[in-house]
């Protein structure tokens, strides 16, 4: 008797909270895959998943620390473990820090480099063999409009979502022949926690917020469009022609105003 085979899975990181949780409640309205929450803080992932089993999903959580070298692997084998092929790979975990580069502390900066790109680039080369055999499959990697310019105060995560944004379209261009869609998603500020973690409260930036069920959704559409690039929320989408159309030190200047913090008021 052959071994039956693997059910399907949307394997979606960071969806504990923000753009992550509103692509898995989303996803589970939509679709009839299986999904895996994964994160660090298990108890919300539990939460999360409890309520969208009532639709009768399958969902799964493994909690997860993806800054910590070799969790791509540790996330697959997991994935596997359950009896689960990945379909759909949804890189959404990330996080940046809004500081001068050299004020900040140095495993925070290589703990964003792992997480934002290398345990993503690791999860897209681990899934790919298996997507290529079935000739389909979805990868959504999170970018964002910081990929496009240079980012003072933000000089080492905007580095990492250009890295994102290229290695995406990269691969979408690659994989098209093999039934493979591959999207990044360039959401501007949205209305996440991203904020709190990055310390990005008083920045202008932070006044003009998408909400992340908007993220979510023009994220979805694109993916299932087979959009290589989506720049999310109305006020953003210019921003790719702008930045052609300026000097590059003015744009850099112009990104360094937005997310430069008010100064706090004090007392007399
Ligand atoms: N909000 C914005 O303005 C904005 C704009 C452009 C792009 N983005 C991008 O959108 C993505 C989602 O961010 P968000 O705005 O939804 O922020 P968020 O609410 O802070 O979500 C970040 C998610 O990543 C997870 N995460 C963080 N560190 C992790 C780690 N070491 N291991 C595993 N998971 C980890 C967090 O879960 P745990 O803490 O439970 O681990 C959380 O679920 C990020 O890639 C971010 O760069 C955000």
């Known amino acids: 008797m052959s071994p039956s085979a693997p059910v399907l899975a949307t394997v979606i990181t960071g969806a504990s909270s923000g753009i992550g949780e ?10 009839e895959q299986a999904l895996v929450l994964v994160a660090r803080r298990a108890a919300r992932l539990e939460a999360l998943a409890s309520e969208l089993r009532q ?49 900040m502390p140095l495993d925070r900066i290589q703990g964003m480099m792992q997480l934002n790109m290398v345990a993503l680039t690791e999860l897209c080369h681990a899934v790919l063999p298996g997507m290529r055999q079935r000739r389909a499959g979805r ?21 990492t979502k250009s890295y994102v944004l290229m290695f995406s379209e990269a691969l979408a261009a690659e994989e098209k022949r093999n039934g493979i869609r591959v999207t990044a998603v360039c959401p501007g500020a949205t209305d996440t926690p991203f904020h709190d973690v990055a310390g990005n409260h008083g920045t202008f930036a932070a006044k003009l917020m998408d909400s992340p069920e908007l993220v979510a959704r023009s994220a979805l559409r694109a993916l299932n469009g087979g959009t290589p690039v989506i720049v999310t929320g109305l006020m953003n989408k210019p921003l790719p022609l702008f930045v052609r159309l300026f000097p590059r030190s003015v744009v850099t200047w112009m990104a360094g105003l937005l997310v430069q913090r008010e100064k706090p008021v004090t007392g007399a």
């Open 55 to 103: 639709s009768g999903r399958r969902v799964e959580v493994i909690a997860l620390d993806l800054e910590q070298p070799g969790s791509a692997g540790k996330l697959v084998e997991a994935v596997t473990a359950r009896g689960l092929a990945i379909d759909t790979l949804i890189n959404n975990a990330g996080f940046g820090i809004n500081d001068p580069f050299a004020d």
């Open 139 to 159: 990868i959504m990697n999170i970018a964002s409009v910081a990929a496009f310019q240079a980012c003072p105060r933000f000089a080492v995560y905007g580095a």
């Open 22 to 31: 509103a692509l898995a409640r989303q996803l589970a309205a939509a679709e």
